[in-house]
């Protein structure tokens, strides 16, 4: 029985690797998952595992790309570098892969791998995020809380919203903080309406272009040249600690952000 098992992981792997000598995709991949997870009788063997997963990746696997960006970030069966795991990650991102998303956008934001960039942090947070995947939502949350990613729709307590309705523990303690430091429960209501009616999706696409030309106050950031001026902040501060808080108030952001765009480009 135990010889039975031996040559037919023997087989196997032969098989595969004559699928792979003839450039077979699929053959290297699922090679190199065989290598990680072995049997009873080989133990499991990331090296050989990384071999092919690498080769994989090198030839547009997605799921290879994200294991082998992974391992390079970790350093965890590969030399650690943080710029080549980047690397990967990202391809994988870009080709849908939700977990390389949320990592691909929390290098940006941390600076791992690459210099900080606050737009590109917040696209690929808000794709895994869109996902439905709970830690890019708190994360996203609180990176446009802290002004750390744009948030040009106001989109923040959205996302925490997303993760409290995904049972986030993390979600709830940061919502009941926000509610001490101001937010209203109108807000929070309005948001859970709108998750319950339309799930995680916003109608406004997130690019670079939006967030350039318009990051939330968007005839102060014209007239002040940047979302982070000292002016812009008073004012968005005044928005979210005063107008927010009444109907007319509300009533005059949804006004404000109608018809500002076209006025802020005139004024540039």
């Known amino acids: 029985m135990e010889d039975n098992a031996r040559h037919n992981f023997e087989k196997l792997i032969k098989d595969l690797e004559s699928d792979v000598a003839r450039g077979d995709v699929q053959a290297m991949k699922w ?43 970790n350093g965890n069966g590969l030399p650690k570098d943080e710029k080549l795991g980047l690397k990967y990650i990202e391809l994988a991102a870009n080709a849908g892969e939700i977990y390389p998303q949320f990592l691909t956008g929390m290098c940006y934001l941390n600076g791992v791998g690459c210099a900080k960039n606050r737009y590109n942090a917040g696209k690929y947070l808000r794709m895994a995020a869109s996902n439905n995947h709970v ?67 916003l109608k406004k696409e997130y690019t670079n272009e939006d967030t350039n030309a318009s990051e939330g ?14 002016e812009v902040m008073v004012l968005r501060k005044f928005r979210d600690g005063v107008l927010k808080k009444s109907v007319f108030g509300r009533m005059f952001i949804k006004f404000y952000y ?9 004024l540039k």
């Open 31 to 73: 090679l190199g998952d065989v290598y990680y997870q072995g049997d009873d009788k080989h133990a499991s063997n990331l090296s050989l595992a990384l071999k092919y997963w690498k080769m994989a990746a090198d030839h547009g696997d997605t799921l290879s790309q994200g294991k082998v960006g992974i391992s390079y970030l």
């Open 135 to 201: 830690e890019a939502q708190v994360a996203l949350g609180k990176a446009m809380y802290t002004h750390d990613v744009p948030d040009p729709n106001n989109e923040c307590v959205h996302w925490m919203c997303c993760a409290f309705t995904n049972k986030s523990n993390e979600a709830r303690e940061i919502l009941e903080f926000w509610r001490r430091r101001g937010l209203d429960d109108q807000t929070i209501v309005d948001c859970f309406q709108n998750i319950k009616e339309n799930g995680v999706a």
């Open 217 to 230: 106050c968007y005839i102060a950031t014209a007239v002040y040249g940047s979302y982070d001026a000292p």
């Open 258 to 266: 109608k018809f500002s765009p076209s006025i802020a480009n005139k």
